[in-house]
């Protein structure tokens, strides 16, 4: 009894091996395939039912998206919009993660509630609310408006992932660079930020990917002046043909793909997983 | 009051964070509300009343009618989607946490890769993939199973949610799988193992044993997912009908709208929303609380 047991445990997890393997076959199916379908249908010309396969495929739609003036002035609006929203997350973010991943103090979880506030409530309810007020001040249909309220889902995340950083940072090693000399910008950059550089750096991703796909908050404040990604894409999906939505929607899942791929070392490597919702 | 330099820097590094947020937040929830009472100074409305709230629950204006519809379409969506995600996500990462190295970490940029994939292209995807002549459906007709796309079943753009769901749940286990593996991988096996020494299966150990272990993370990643799908507007809008539609879509509707009125209840909507999420948020932290 117990042999078999330990057995069991080697092996695995006492589940049969069987439909694990074909569970993680349509795993990667699950996560992945529809990627692929994407691709099918933005290659495709004259694809009808019920052909398996498109009968000729080309790159022209795809290319054509790309090439739209359009399509490339809400891809820069959407760069340079997750750009600055990033920049200013990180350099709001930073000191209130390290204080709050380094330090336990009276009023930590009160401040904890209200900075991740944001995540719960609707981002509808929290764009609705600053739409009347935004007009008035003359931000909304600005880009300026648009980072503003980008800030408010991108925030509680930013932080959230820099805590998970600054729980794993031992302060000691700027305490041992000071007492040998160093001042705070030589600190700054020979010893914290190469100890939390690939932390930040995730972080810092995951907050341009959250600014990057944001839709109704870009809606109700943008006012149909700023032009995003999404704002095109939902647009398409409106009144296009599936080769057009496809060529569209999979030149807006890029980036963040391109994103994921240059940091798989710090994802994989890390037991901790940045807590993302978007 | 003497405050010491270390407190004071401590709330001086919290400042920026606590400021953006509570400025944006604050300013928002207050004209919302205001809003949705009607109070509008800058524009000469200064009468506060509760009408908007009186028809939204009501059901005496075309907002009130869908109300009460709507909400129970959004708790059926949300429910069922947070549920589901929330099961096949702790099997999934009971499954997942006993392979080896490089295994598991072509599994973990997955499920990355997979997470980072905006909901909309995701939506797309579905919508071109499930739809009666999507893909799905082209692969049922090769192997006989259809003969035309109308025998193929209605799975986006259909009365019960069901594109909605299978976008939620698919789009939500790899995020709740992460959160529970990170707990798996730092807790090691060790309860696991003494459990299956004394004669437990593995049903019976992910019950009792992992399910407490996990649970911490797992139902704080479930209420979040919840408080997602229950404010999320483009993909109930992508893959939904016109009715039943979720609140979040009708909410936004008649914000749109040109009539005062109208925006007023829209706003409401949002508001009973946003009640609707944190009290449930505290309601599950409370129950969690009581537990430990």
Known sequence: MARNAEDKLVDGDGFSRWPAYLGYALLYLLLLGPVVGLVLYAGSTRWFFPDLLPVTWTFETFWRQLSNARTQQAIGTSLLLGGVVTLLALVIALPAARTLGLERFPGRSLVLLLLFLPTIVPPLATGMGLNIIFLRLGLAGSLAGVVLVHLIPVLPYTIFALIGVFVRYDEGYEQQARTLGAGPWRILWQVTLPLAGPGMAVAALFAFLVSWSQYVLTLLIGGGRVITLPMLLFAAVAGGNPATIAALALIFAGPPLLAIALAARALTERTTTVGQQY | ?292
């Open chain 2, 1 to 292: 009051m003497r405050v010491d330099r270390p407190t004071l820097r401590r709330w001086l590094m919290l400042t920026p964070a606590l400021l953006v947020t509570g400025v944006l937040f604050g300013v928002s929830m207050y004209y919302g509300i205001s809003q949705s009472l009607g109070y509008l100074p800058f524009i000469g409305a200064t009468r506060v009343s509760l009408d908007a709230y009186a028809s939204v629950l009501g059901g005496a204006t075309p907002a009130g009618r869908e109300f009460w519809a709507a909400l129970g379409f959004s708790l059926w969506v949300t429910g069922i989607s947070t549920l589901l995600s929330a099961v096949a996500a702790l099997l999934l990462a009971v499954a997942l946490s006993h392979r080896r190295r490089p295994a598991h970490q072509a599994t973990l940029l997955a499920l990355n890769a997979n997470l980072a994939l905006p909901h909309m292209v995701w939506a797309i995807a579905l919508l071109l993939l499930l739809a009666q002549s999507g893909l799905i459906a082209r692969i049922a007709a090769a192997l006989g199973l259809i003969a035309t796309p109308a025998e193929f079943p209605v799975l986006v753009r259909d009365q019960a949610g069901i594109g909605i769901i299978l976008h939620y749940v698919s789009k939500e286990i790899p995020f709740l799988v992460l959160i529970v593996l990170a707990v798996l991988r730092t807790q090691g096996h060790a309860y696991a193992e003494v459990a299956t020494t004394l004669g437990a299966g593995p049903w019976m150990r992910v019950w009792r044993v992992t399910l407490p272990l996990v649970w911490p993370g797992l139902s704080a990643g479930a209420l979040l997912v919840f408080a997602f799908i229950f404010g999320a507007y483009e993909v109930p809008a992508l893959l939904g009908v016109s009715y039943p539609r979720v609140l979040a879509v009708l909410a936004l509707d008649y914000f749109l709208n040109a009539d005062l009125n109208r925006r007023a209840e829209g706003m409401a909507i949002s508001l009973i929303m946003t009640v609707v999420v944190v009290g449930l948020g505290l309601l599950v932290r409370r129950i969690d609380g009581s537990e430990r």
